[in-house]
């Protein structure tokens, strides 16, 4: 029997909960299916810096290199800076395996009421890529004559042709796979006239490589009104590092709820295991009382299965998920209901328990 090895990081906050209810899902998906899991739980984040001065331990990558797939929590305490959280724990390992996609499917679930009137279930069906490697994210800068009136500090977005030309060019591949064959790349070359200019550039060189894909250009301002007011026109994004990152959180709240989305830190030459979490925080306002929405792990569950090549499986979960989000009295605070994570995690592992396994030939 195939076992996959997975490294679960629960990290802070909420992360504690949902990364366990995810564990629960995997582990209740492949009863029967012809695979299993080995997991190896890694309790970094914040309450690991407070006793060792650290969000991970200096040769943490080395221990999760051997995983098949890691799935992660979240990073955030309020109780330590948060550049320090991001960038010792969840940036370290996304760069230090050099994760460059960062995926971010967003659609409204059955039974979800998104807050957009007129946009049906079929006018919101997107994903977002996301360059995760460098950009405004790349940490190059500094600051000097701190404390002084002439304190100075920078932040100096990188992007690189190479960094660049594979983020497109997987975008590209993601839309050419998708019914639709339609991609939207995200600039701001208007006002940032040499590295946005540079990303243009290589946009349109990538095209010519993907004739069967209609692809368009569109400011990063003009497409906060547009995912608004003509969500339809819309099907693969892709997106710099931080563009992205704020445009995905509209997009989640479009579908909903934060506490719905996923995503998946990708490493698509599978050279290192690939990451998968759900984007909504630590959420320390609602953690230990049972109330956080395990939605957006358990599509990021998906994700991971679909990654491992486990289709099948991967299938059944978000059949599972999208039967539990169809039920009013299964939605979480999130979504105007007082259903606990428990339940909705017994709830998906039960239609799981229920649901028969299909032999893929």
Known sequence: MKTYKIATIPGDGIGKEVVPAGRQVLEAVAAGSGFGFEFEDFGWGGDWFRQHGAMMPADGLDALKGKDAILFGSAGDPHIPDHITLWGLRLKICQGFDQYANVRPTRILPGIDGPLKRCSPQDLDWVIVRENSEGEYSGVGGRAHQGHPIEVATDVSIMTRAGVERIIRFAFRLAQSRPRKQLTVVTKSNAQRHAMVMWDQIANEVAAE????????????????????????????????????????????????????????????????????????????????????????????????????????????????????????????????????????????????????????
């Open 210 to 361: 993907f004739p069967d894909v209609k692809w368009d250009k569109e400011l990063v301002d003009a497409m906060t009104a547009r995912m608004v007011n003509k969500p339809a026109t819309l099907d693969t994004i892709v997106a710099t590092n931080l563009h992205a990152d704020i445009l995905s959180d509209l997009a989640a709240a479009l579908a909903g709820s934060l506490g719905i989305a996923p995503t998946g830190n990708i490493d698509p030459e599978r050279r290192y295991p690939s990451m998968f979490e759900p984007i909504h925080g630590s959420a320390f306002d609602i953690m230990g009382q049972g109330l956080a929405n395990p939605v957006g792990t358990f599509w990021s569950v998906v994700m991971l299965l679909e990654h491992l090549g486990e289709h099948e499986a991967a299938a059944r979960v978000m059949a599972a998920v999208e039967q539990v989000t169809a039920n009013p009295a299964l939605h979480t605070r999130d979504l105007g209901g007082t259903a606990t994570t428990a339940a909705v995690t017994e709830a998906v592992c039960a239609l799981l328990a229920s649901a028969p396994v299909r032999k893929v030939a």
